[in-house]
Every structure is written in structure tokens, then in C-alpha cells.
């Protein structure tokens, strides 16, 4: 399989608990986004990685969140202290610079 | 001011029709622009992007872009049932995304 891939499909937890997803992009595609999503609403921009830099990070993004994308390749995204709002579909994205993207099936963490 | 706007719909359109879907954008200087459609409990999946003002075809798809207006448009000729899906307006290389418009396409 050659596309954007997602691990867990979906997670549930107790609130105060660590969650860790990962994503593994199109191994061609330099960049990498997180995006989240909520019902009915458009992906919500979290932060994005051109190789293993993360270039941008959302300022609606608390200190809760972090992403990592050691060598370029794979990318990791933990939230601590999960809250019940972070309840979502979190979605994984690559491309290469200036064109779509190609996303993961994401990751639905319900927090309960 | 939201970066993105779109009309959130629902938007019902008879099978055979044509479907207009428009988005509106605040960063002037913005290049890029792309259509994504996103089927209930699917990740979005790219329809078409547009760089230069004017229209873009595509089969049944079209992408109209005014950037002295700032706006984007998709349009979706002889629309069928398998069109009904949420349609994404994004905008800049990194993407922000509007809220989506639900297109349902009754037969």
C-alpha cells in the first residue's frame, strides 16, 4: 500500500491519559500535516513538517499537544492529559511542496 | 474574519443538474487553491486545484477562480447521487480549509 497510513484506526481513553498516533506518509512526500476534525466542521490545521522540521504549529494548539517527525520519514503526534474536547477524527496528510494532499484514513479518539 | 468561508449548505440539487459550490478567502496574496470532496466517515480526497485566475475543467468538474474578488467556485455538471458528499474549499500551499458545503444530489 503506497498511501498515507494511520495507526490506531481509532482509540479510546480515560480522560488524563496519554495518546500517542502515529502516520506514515507517501515516502516521496517531503511534507506532512496533522489536521483535526469534529462533526461538521472542515479540518482544523494542527501543525505540518517539511522533511523533519516542523514549520508551523497552530497557535489554537495547546502545550498538551506535541508532534514529532525524527527522521523525516514517519511522524508522531502525542496528546497528554487527554480532555474530553480532544475527542475527534485526527488526520494525517503528505504531499509534496505546492500541490494536495493525499490524506490517511485517521485516527478517532473518543476520550470518556 | 475566517480564513476560508464557504457556504455550510445543505445544498440539494435534482439529478442531471449542475452544482455550485463557492468559497471565499481573506489572504490576498494566496496562490493555491484546491477542491476536496469528503464522503461521510471518510478522509477528504483531492478533486482539483487552480493557480491562475479563470476556469479549470476537469470531466464534470470546473474551478472557477477570481482572485480580484477573492473567490473560488467548483462546479459539478449532470451531478449524480454518488456526488452527494461534503465539498471542502482549501486555500495556500499549507492549507486551511473551510468548513465544507454538503451537496445531496436527489435522483
Known sequence: DTGVSQDPRHKITKRGQNVTFRCDPISEHNRLYWYRQTLGQGPEFLTYFQNEAQLEKSRLLSDRFSAERPKGSFSTLEIQRTEQGDSAMYLCASSVQGAGYTFGSGTRLTVV | ?107
Do not use: H
Open chain 2, 1 to 107: 474574519q475566517k480564513e476560508v468561508e464557504q457556504n455550510s449548505g445543505p445544498l440539494s440539487v435534482p439529478e442531471g443538474a449542475i452544482a455550485s459550490l463557492n468559497c471565499t478567502y481573506s489572504d490576498r496574496g494566496s496562490q493555491s487553491f484546491f477542491w476536496y470532496r469528503q464522503y461521510s466517515g471518510k478522509s477528504p480526497e483531492l478533486i482539483m486545484f487552480i493557480y491562475s485566475n479563470g476556469d479549470k475543467e476537469d470531466g464534470r468538474f470546473t474551478a472557477q477562480l477570481n482572485k480580484a474578488s477573492q473567490y473560488v467556485s467548483l462546479l459539478i455538471r449532470d451531478s449524480q447521487p454518488s456526488d452527494s458528499a461534503t465539498y471542502l474549499c482549501a486555500v495556500r500551499a499549507d492549507m486551511r480549509f473551510g468548513a465544507g458545503t454538503r451537496l445531496t444530489v436527489k435522483p
